[in-house]
């Protein structure tokens, strides 16, 4: 039994990498990711060191959060590793620039944040990056965030995922 799958299932996400402008782009699945501050719009993930986003964001300093429904997308870039397979062809990934960052971002994906890297705090085999966030964009939204909240997957863990399937809203 692993302590950490105590604290899932949780949102997970694509995490691009590169530098749109030197066609070196990269993306990886994670779940391991948190916001951390509003003051200054901070959040962050845990990055093991072996990934090639990893190499990416120690040269630029810089990455992106996309969040999307496409679950095979997420599995399928989250099962290969960058280092062999250049994931945007392979995969067929559709991306844009950032508009404040030269990051690669997800098209069409529910959400996009631009992040510039303020911390990294090593633990274990792990990098924590912290990015504040520069710029960010997502639709179908309100305040509460999205509104068809139960499309997006949630991680359970390893192979298994699930959905959220209803709100509820405390009175004020
Ligand atoms: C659902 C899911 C969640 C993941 N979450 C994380 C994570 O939080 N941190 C991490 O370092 N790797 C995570 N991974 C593993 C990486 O996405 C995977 O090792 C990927 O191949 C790394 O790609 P890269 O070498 O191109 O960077 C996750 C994988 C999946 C499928």
């Known amino acids: 039994m692993k302590f950490y799958r105590t604290l899932h299932p949780r949102p997970v996400v694509i995490i691009g990498s590169g530098k749109v402008k ?16 509003e003051d200054i719009p901070a959040l962050g993930f845990a990055c ?57 971002l997800i098209e069409n994906a529910l959400a996009n944040l631009e992040c510039k890297v303020i911390k990294e705090i090593e633990v274990g085999e792990v990098m924590f990056y912290i990015g504040e966030v520069k710029h960010w964009e997502a639709s179908d939204f309100d305040e509460y965030g999205y509104k068809e ?18 709100k509820l809203y405390f009175p004020k």
């Open 22 to 37: 030197n066609n070196e782009i990269n993306f990886m699945a994670c779940s391991w990711i948190t916001p951390i501050a």
């Open 48 to 104: 093991d060191k072996e990934h090639f986003t990893h190499k990416l964001i120690q040269k630029y300093k810089e990455f992106s959060v996309n969040i999307t429904e496409d679950i095979d997308l997420i599995w399928k870039v989250g099962t290969t590793s960058g280092e062999n397979v250049n994931k945007v062809e392979v995969f067929d990934i559709k991306i844009k620039p950032g508009k404040v960052l030269n990051v690669p």
């Open 149 to 166: 909240f139960w499309r997006l997957p949630l991680h359970k863990g390893g192979k298994a995922f699930t959905f959220s399937s209803k």
